[in-house]
């Protein structure tokens, strides 16, 4: 979701039908726990009416059961836990409505946002991603963000995104919004002065209507920097080992949700070890090195100990992993080893399915690929559709 990661204006591509102008998927699982958790629990309150008194003894000191014999059993208790509100919201989704929300749709820099009223209020879109070069601020953006958000339906908002790394990669702009540094600028921070400041670019970003960031860059670089196209080239990582580059992201997912702004880890299992840039060629994208028990995977699970939202898909071929798929198409990396291994239980994301790493798929079925890596949904969850990620 990163698709102007330079920072140099975007024109809109023109997307196959088929990939119903699909930036990223996303899960719906994801949008309906963000507004469940903004919703009231239920939980009982002042006038909640007291207990029943224990039934009245007879003579014999024994109570007096008979006198509910005829009385139906008292109703299960309901749970008001946000999955299992997120259960019923999905049961009572129609599959158009599920299959809507597996959508998010971009919002380009100077397209006005009704371009995208009839994707969310009569095609059920539930995310969209703020992109391109925003100069506005952060009233500009939420005013963008605020009209969006009239679209979708009272009881299920917006998933609003954006690419807020920092560097090269801050699509958001403007009075009120600071110039955040580069990442590696950021990985010469304390953890704790890391922490600090990630509050502020996300009081920031919550001011301008935006709820989760496609941030932070976990991977770590093992090749040449300068000739690592899509990290190392642009200063996207922490520029630490992967240890501190874990502590760091873990800072700043931490920062983010202290302003109530969620974070995305990316580029799973990551892209430190690649030439060639995934947005935008589809060579120099095989990563030779990387394994599922080497330190740069292990980043990436000591930054799932900080609860980010979502884990995103890189869209590299591992081949120590899975020499045969790109890691988001990969069963092997999804429902063998994050879902089953690790036993990660949320959101999964991908990089941008319009990339052109993925040119030599057929576009009709680019998004099944990513749905048949595995589960869209934890164990406990509805399970009617049979994918288990969003894209991002």
Not at 127 to 140: E, F, K, Q, R
Not at 325 to 353: E, K, M
Request: aromatic fraction near 6%; include cysteine.
């Amino acid at each position: 979701m990163h698709h102007s990661r330079t920072g140099a204006p975007v024109t809109p591509r023109r997307w196959p039908a088929a990939l119903a102008v699909v930036c990223v998927l996303a899960v719906l699982t994801a949008a309906v726990l963000w507004w469940v958790a903004l919703r009231p629990s239920g939980a009982a309150g002042p006038d909640t009416p007291p207990a029943a008194s224990a039934p009245a003894e007879g003579q014999d000191g024994q109570a007096s059961a008979h006198e509910d014999a005829d009385k139906e059993p008292a109703p299960e208790p309901v749970d008001d836990s946000p999955r299992a509100k997120a259960q019923r919201a999905v049961e009572a989704m129609s599959i158009e409505e599920r299959v809507g929300q597996l959508v998010m749709a971009p919002l380009y820099a100077g397209t006005d946002p009704s371009a995208l009223y009839d994707l969310i209020a009569n095609q059920h879109v539930g995310s969209v991603l703020i992109i391109g070069n925003w100069w506005s601020g952060t009233a500009g953006v939420r005013q963008a963000t605020d009209v969006l958000q009239s679209y979708a339906p009272a009881d299920n908002r917006l998933l609003m995104t954006t690419d807020q790394e920092g560097g090269l990669v801050q699509h958001l702009q403007g009075p009120g919004f600071d110039t955040m540094p580069t990442a590696v600028d950021q990985g010469a921070m304390s953890t704790d002065a890391l922490r600090q400041s990630a509050a502020v670019w996300g009081s920031q970003l919550n001011q301008a209507g935006i709820n989760v960031d496609l941030a932070p860059v976990v991977g770590t670089v093992t090749v040449d920097r300068g000739s690592n196209a899509p990290i190392g080239a642009l200063y996207r990582d922490f520029g630490l080992d992967a240890q501190g580059n874990a502590e760091h992201a873990t800072a700043f997912i931490d920062g983010m949700r202290d302003s109530g702004v969620e974070t995305v880890i990316k580029h799973f299992p990551g892209l430190g070890g690649v030439t060639g840039n995934t947005d935008f060629t589809a060579n120099g994208i095989l990563d030779t090195t990387t394994t599922l028990d080497g330190p740069e995977i292990k980043a990436f699970l000591t930054a799932l100990q900080a609860d980010p939202s979502m884990v995103m898909m890189s869209l590299a071929t591992y081949q120590q992993i899975d020499p045969n798929n790109p890691a988001a198409f990969s069963s092997t990396l999804i429902d063998g080893y994050l879902r089953g291994t690790v036993g990660y239980d949320g959101v999964i994301t991908s990089d941008s399915l319009s990339a052109a790493a993925l040119g030599g798929f057929d576009p009709r079925e680019i998004g099944m690929r990513f749905v048949d890596a595995g589960p869209t949904w934890p164990a406990s969850a509805p399970r009617t559709m049979s994918s288990r990620s969003w894209t991002g």
